[in-house]
DNA sequence: AACCATCTACGAAGTCCTTCGTTATGCAGA
DNA sequence: TCTGCATAACGAAGGACTTCGTAGATGGTT
């Protein structure tokens, strides 16, 4: 058996952690350049700065790191959909009493959904509940 | 007019102030001592701390304070349902790219929703869309 | 008045998050 | 080889969050 990753439950990231897992997410496993050339375009952090985070991240265990020539390749450790089914629990739990009800209404009424979306949710309650 | 509060948007409350949020929505405007006894129910949280968080959270306008008899009355500035589309909406631009079908995807795989909730939220797209 | 319980206020400690200046390392070219 | 560039690492600073010890204020009781 490979020994298994400490089994302690990763940590919620904060808001920029989420920021450069987004961008791992999106393009792969990348070097800190990238992911600093990506995050620079809407924001201004610096080189150092998304280093260092990468950096905590990795001693969290949220990303995992290997050697590629000189430099490292970091990849985010945890699907996009399974961290972000972490933060609806996480917020179901702290701000709607596990209510998946109400924080479905929540949803519907913070942006408005297009006919297709509200299409698809409705698909995507007859397949999980058993239509009427 | 009365003088506005101040325009900025109030900040997120932290995991530690939502619980004491939770609180001030469920029994209403109170006082510390009803907090903290509330909130000692489940966690280990000083007096102090409470007060604290409290006196943190009126300066940030997270709640608002008037005196009563010799101790003071604290009331959560924002309804329960506002402050959930509020963080609806900060998750939902975070982390879902602003799509409001891979949260409710992603809510109802972190839950197992009751058949009356599921019933619920289509009757909720039944007036939100229009049924097909 | 003296005392006690209750409440507010203050400030400090400890941790975490974010940022960045600085230094060290390793590769490539003059 | 020596120099310069890209990258990694370190460490510190500043702010936010949480906790709590302690002090001050107020009202009721003996």
Redesign the pocket.
Known sequence: MPPKPPAKPL?RP????LAILRVLWSIGPC???QVHEVLHAG????Y??V???L??MTEKGLVTREEEG???LYQARLGEAQAQKHLVTDLLDKAFQGSALKLVMSALQSKKASAAELEAIRRLLDEHGGKP
Chains 1, 2 share one sequence.
């Open positions: 940590p904060t808001d920029g952690e070097t800190v350049r924001r201004e952090t610096g150092t700065t280093l260092k985070m950096q905590i000189r430099g490292h």
